[in-house]
């Protein structure tokens, strides 16, 4: 069964990108408990604060302790502040989440009609436009995005906030508009580039044999894309759908700091900034176990559309 | 049933398809070869049309009872008229079936289109005794299961019953057998007939097998270079030849006579790229009766369902 095995392969990438992520913090220079003290530190405190942290004790070990509180949902206490850090950073994750997912679904919602259309239209002035438009769009980086978005909606029409966040269950309605501008920023450049993908992909099933023969039982052209090529042009579309999850979450660091979001990469940016290791750790972590499970959710749904891979 | 008249297919300036002209009466059996690059496969796209969009049709096609031209019909007579008037049996069996939808339901969606409202479980039985009757193996199981856990001559017989759901008055199959081996293609070839047969449809069989012809057709169609070069009643046109042409694929074809070197008899050089066809006579290139007056268009010869078009005819002018 194909799930099994993939589910097999995702926990032994889990396993390797956690010796991974460890080793290159690990040989990272600085000292957490120098940077936590101060240079004035005198080398008793220091020794208690490295005993105290547990960077005192051998690699191996550290890293077995840092799994193991992994695996129980114990991800160790900050340097800096002392606190717990799996209920910030669970916090966070949701915002980035939301982030991140609404951006997906604009992505998709934009991309898809649009690149079947640029498909269809393909040897006609409005399916070139579409082509060309996604390419250029493309090409714009996701905070150069943000800042029009904002220059345009928040400074000149006053009409959404130009940063901040509130959680969806103090207020919804400012919640939403917190999020409307963020999310474009990231979902259109993803939408731009998605099209490209959805029109190739849907420009190769309009050329397959298997719609001929749609269309020959009496299917309309439209019905006959729909009924027959959406689902088989899907598989290349969710491909590259989950490719761009894992750019999503790494853009959402930047646009975070543009929107002034508190969500993961906030929380990574500040935790570098204060040497904060463990957060470091931790929060790399979460995100290579979000990719790898994002990786994993797509070789399942490729069992899903395509039946020839299901005994594979 | 089906007349088609000066037909043309052509992909900008370039003539691909030129003047092709023929009949079939209901319950009759044409074949159409010629050799790859010939322009079979496209008139027969053609008929249905289903053209690629770079390709425009000219001429006319008419189906008995429908008052429209089919050429440059629109497209919402054509999607009336495709799958239950015309229909079409394809020559890829590897890839013209949907790899993501089970047989049955690809089989069913035939019927359903022409029956909207018809009752889903009815419709999954005349799926099943359509399958049935073309002879699918375990039909039960196989009815279940997707293109790809099907073999080559399972997934034409399921080709077949897609194309015979609506009981088509015309149907037209694209070389159905070339890529099945020997004994299956026979099976196959009982079931096309067996299914024309029963409902007194006109059928249009394109392919480059001689023998094929020879079994299925009554009358036959030669095309070289995109035009039909010689028309008449099969046991005619494979015995007594008029076109230099014929003459040579039916020599390329006899196992039992060789040249001087020992080697089945084969027509010189290869069929030109699309395009690169010589003017006058399209085979004069390859002819080795070819002179000068050949540098003309030759004329038909006689009535368009039985002559050829040849300066020279093999055998004289009778």
């Given at each position: 069964m194909i799930v099994l095995r993939r589910a097999v392969i995702l926990l032994v990438t889990t396993a390797v990108a956690s010796l991974v992520v460890f080793a290159l913090l690990a040989v990272l220079p600085g000292d957490p408990a120098q940077v936590a003290l101060?240079?004035?530190?005198?080398p008793e405190l220091l020794a208690k604060a490295r005993h105290e942290f547990g960077t005192d004790r051998p690699l191996p070990v550290q890293y077995a302790d840092w799994l193991g509180g992994l695996l129980s949902g114990d991800l160790g206490r900050s340097?800096?502040?002392?606190?717990?850090i799996a209920p910030r950073l669970l916090d966070r994750f949701e915002v980035t989440l939301w982030l991140v997912g609404t951006a997906m679904v604009i992505a998709a919602l934009v991309a898809v009609p649009l690149g079947a259309f640029a498909a269809v239209r393909h040897r006609r002035t409005s399916g070139v436009l579409v082509s060309a438009a996604s390419q250029l769009g493309a090409a714009v980086p996701g905070f150069l995005a943000g800042i029009l978005l904002v220059e345009v909606f928040?400074?000149?029409?006053?009409?959404?906030?130009s940063g901040g966040w509130t959680p969806p269950n103090a207020d919804f309605g400012a919640f939403l508009r917190g999020l409307v501008l963020p999310a474009l920023s990231l979902g259109l450049v993803q939408a731009a580039v998605l099209t490209r993908y959805v029109r190739s992909a849907v420009l190769d099933v309009l050329r397959a044999d298997y719609l001929r023969t749609a269309r020959a039982k009496g299917l309309g052209p439209v019905r006959a894309l729909v009924r027959h090529g959406l689902r088989n042009a899907a598989v290349p579309v969710v491909t590259v759908l989950g490719l761009q999850l894992a750019t999503l979450l790494v853009g959402a660091v930047i646009i975070e700091r543009v929107f002034v979001v508190p969500g993961l990469g906030s929380l990574l940016l500040d935790a570098v900034g204060t040497r904060d290791l463990v957060v470091v750790q931790d929060v790399v972590m979460l995100l290579v176990v979000a990719v790898l499970l994002v990786n994993f959710l797509v070789d399942v749904l490729y069992a899903v559309l395509d039946p020839k891979l299901r005994r594979a | 049933m089906l007349a088609v008249d000066r037909l043309g297919v052509r992909a900008g300036e370039l003539?691909?398809?030129?003047e092709v002209s023929f009949t079939v009466s209901a319950g009759e059996r044409v074949g159409l070869i010629g050799e790859s690059g010939s322009g079979k496969s496209l008139t027969a796209t053609a008929l249905l049309g289903?053209?690629?969009?770079?390709l425009t049709a000219s001429g006319s096609v008419r189906v008995a009872g429908?008052?429209?031209?089919?050429?440059?019909?629109?497209e919402r007579l054509l999607t009336k008229l495709r799958g239950s008037r015309l229909a079409m049996v394809f020559q890829e069996p590897m890839t013209?079936?949907?790899?993501?939808?089970?047989v049955i339901d690809q089989v069913a969606e035939a019927r359903e289109v022409h029956h909207p409202g018809r009752d889903r479980v009815l419709v999954e039985a005349d799926a099943l005794r359509l399958l049935e009757q073309v002879r699918l193996p375990e039909v039960a199981t196989l009815a279940r299961?997707?293109?790809?856990?099907?073999s080559g001559g399972q997934r034409q017989r399921v080709l077949l019953a897609m194309a015979l759901a609506n009981d088509p008055d015309v149907l037209v199959c694209d070389e159905?057998?070339?890529?099945?081996d020997v004994t299956v293609q026979a099976q196959l070839l009982e079931l096309i007939l067996a299914g024309v047969a029963e409902r007194g449809a006109a059928l249009l069989f394109i392919t480059h097998d001689l023998a094929v012809v020879a079994t299925v057709c009554e009358r036959v169609l030669v095309m070289y270079g995109g035009r039909v070069v010689e028309a008449g009643p099969v046991r005619e046109v494979l015995t007594?030849?008029?076109h230099h042409y014929t003459r040579g694929l039916l020599d390329a074809s006899d196992l039992e006579s060789t040249d001087e070197h020992g080697r089945l008899h084969a027509i010189p050089g290869t069929v030109p790229a699309a395009g690169e066809f010589p003017s006058g006579c399209v085979f004069r290139t390859r002819c080795?009766?070819?002179?000068?007056?050949?540098?003309d268009l030759p004329p038909w010869t006689g009535v368009p369902d039985h002559g050829h078009a040849c300066w020279h005819p093999v055998g004289g002018d009778s």
């Amino acid at each position: 069964m194909i799930v099994l095995r993939r589910a097999v392969i995702l926990l032994v990438t889990t396993a390797v990108a956690s010796l991974v992520v460890f080793a290159l913090l690990a040989v990272l220079p600085g000292d957490p408990a120098q940077v936590a003290l101060g240079v004035n530190a005198t080398p008793e405190l220091l020794a208690k604060a490295r005993h105290e942290f547990g960077t005192d004790r051998p690699l191996p070990v550290q890293y077995a302790d840092w799994l193991g509180g992994l695996l129980s949902g114990d991800l160790g206490r900050s340097y800096v502040t002392g606190e717990p850090i799996a209920p910030r950073l669970l916090d966070r994750f949701e915002v980035t989440l939301w982030l991140v997912g609404t951006a997906m679904v604009i992505a998709a919602l934009v991309a898809v009609p649009l690149g079947a259309f640029a498909a269809v239209r393909h040897r006609r002035t409005s399916g070139v436009l579409v082509s060309a438009a996604s390419q250029l769009g493309a090409a714009v980086p996701g905070f150069l995005a943000g800042i029009l978005l904002v220059e345009v909606f928040a400074v000149h029409l006053r009409l959404l906030p130009s940063g901040g966040w509130t959680p969806p269950n103090a207020d919804f309605g400012a919640f939403l508009r917190g999020l409307v501008l963020p999310a474009l920023s990231l979902g259109l450049v993803q939408a731009a580039v998605l099209t490209r993908y959805v029109r190739s992909a849907v420009l190769d099933v309009l050329r397959a044999d298997y719609l001929r023969t749609a269309r020959a039982k009496g299917l309309g052209p439209v019905r006959a894309l729909v009924r027959h090529g959406l689902r088989n042009a899907a598989v290349p579309v969710v491909t590259v759908l989950g490719l761009q999850l894992a750019t999503l979450l790494v853009g959402a660091v930047i646009i975070e700091r543009v929107f002034v979001v508190p969500g993961l990469g906030s929380l990574l940016l500040d935790a570098v900034g204060t040497r904060d290791l463990v957060v470091v750790q931790d929060v790399v972590m979460l995100l290579v176990v979000a990719v790898l499970l994002v990786n994993f959710l797509v070789d399942v749904l490729y069992a899903v559309l395509d039946p020839k891979l299901r005994r594979a | 049933m089906l007349a088609v008249d000066r037909l043309g297919v052509r992909a900008g300036e370039l003539d691909l398809v030129t003047e092709v002209s023929f009949t079939v009466s209901a319950g009759e059996r044409v074949g159409l070869i010629g050799e790859s690059g010939s322009g079979k496969s496209l008139t027969a796209t053609a008929l249905l049309g289903l053209l690629p969009e770079e390709l425009t049709a000219s001429g006319s096609v008419r189906v008995a009872g429908v008052e429209h031209e089919l050429v440059g019909a629109p497209e919402r007579l054509l999607t009336k008229l495709r799958g239950s008037r015309l229909a079409m049996v394809f020559q890829e069996p590897m890839t013209a079936l949907n790899p993501a939808m089970r047989v049955i339901d690809q089989v069913a969606e035939a019927r359903e289109v022409h029956h909207p409202g018809r009752d889903r479980v009815l419709v999954e039985a005349d799926a099943l005794r359509l399958l049935e009757q073309v002879r699918l193996p375990e039909v039960a199981t196989l009815a279940r299961a997707y293109p790809h856990q099907l073999s080559g001559g399972q997934r034409q017989r399921v080709l077949l019953a897609m194309a015979l759901a609506n009981d088509p008055d015309v149907l037209v199959c694209d070389e159905p057998t070339t890529a099945l081996d020997v004994t299956v293609q026979a099976q196959l070839l009982e079931l096309i007939l067996a299914g024309v047969a029963e409902r007194g449809a006109a059928l249009l069989f394109i392919t480059h097998d001689l023998a094929v012809v020879a079994t299925v057709c009554e009358r036959v169609l030669v095309m070289y270079g995109g035009r039909v070069v010689e028309a008449g009643p099969v046991r005619e046109v494979l015995t007594e030849p008029r076109h230099h042409y014929t003459r040579g694929l039916l020599d390329a074809s006899d196992l039992e006579s060789t040249d001087e070197h020992g080697r089945l008899h084969a027509i010189p050089g290869t069929v030109p790229a699309a395009g690169e066809f010589p003017s006058g006579c399209v085979f004069r290139t390859r002819c080795g009766r070819a002179d000068e007056q050949c540098a003309d268009l030759p004329p038909w010869t006689g009535v368009p369902d039985h002559g050829h078009a040849c300066w020279h005819p093999v055998g004289g002018d009778s």
